[in-house]
């Protein structure tokens, strides 16, 4: 089945830092990719997503593009806030077994 | 618009119990999905409904089943409860036609096993 490799946390970073979470993949096929995100306490949110090979995804400063050849699908930020502290969750979905096949997530802690 | 709803919020249980755990997805989402999430990992699929019929199914036991019901919501039942299946349980609702195959969460049900 498919897999995800997710970046080890837990990440502290100071605010207006450079965020980056890598995540590989593997899977049969070429999936849809997402990003999640799990705020404290709360369940998950899209944060953004990809459906094919060289898409870029975007929201809320975040980015993050779809490589096919390197089935890479890493998450980038250019200045994070506070608020962005959180854990993140990269996921591929395949629409032949409905499933989201998540990672195990990277805690991100930003200080002020 | 509400968003995806799930009741309980959190639930405590012994071991051997049984529980049903609630889900209403959003308005015009015939799909629903069902995942565990243990403390600290990431998480994992259970199984979907679609057409009031489990559609796919994760590594699961069949002591988790489900029911979908023709408004769409959903049930996920756990028998003989055991301590690890303390977990968060997210359901997930998916629009019709699946658009970009997004999954909407709800907030969760926090399940502790005693």
């Known amino acids: 089945g498919d897999s995800v490799t997710q970046m080890e946390g837990p990440v502290t970073l100071s605010e207006e830092a450079f965020l980056t979470i890598n995540c590989t993949y593997t899977?049969?096929?070429?999936?849809?990719l997402f990003w999640y995100v799990q705020y404290p306490g709360e369940g998950l949110q899209l944060l953004l997503k990809?459906?094919?090979?060289?898409d870029k995804g975007s929201n809320k400063g975040f980015e993050a593009t779809y490589r096919k050849e390197t089935t890479s699908f890493h998450l980038e930020k250019g200045s994070v806030q506070v608020s962005d502290s959180a854990v993140y969750f990269c996921a591929p979905y395949r629409s032949n077994d409905y499933k989201l096949s998540f990672g195990a997530g990277t805690t991100v802690t930003v200080r002020a | 618009d509400a968003g995806v709803t799930q009741s309980p919020t959190h639930l405590i249980k012994t071991r051997g119990q049984q529980v049903t755990l609630r889900c209403s997805p959003k308005s015009g989402h015939d799909t629903v999905s069902w995942y565990q999430q243990a403390l600290g990992q990431g998480p994992q699929f259970i199984f979907q409904?679609?057409?009031?019929?489990?559609?796919q199914r994760g590594n699961f036991p069949d002591r988790f089943s489900g029911h979908q019901f023709p408004n769409y919501s959903s049930e996920l039942n756990v028998n003989a409860l055991l301590l690890g299946d303390s977990a968060l349980y997210l359901c997930a609702s998916i629009p019709l036609a699946g658009e970009g195959h997004e999954q909407f969460f709800g907030p969760g049900t926090r399940l502790t096993v005693l």
């Open positions: 990809a459906t094919k090979a060289d």
């Open positions: 899977a049969t096929g070429y999936p849809s």
């Open positions: 409904y679609y057409e009031e019929e489990e559609r």
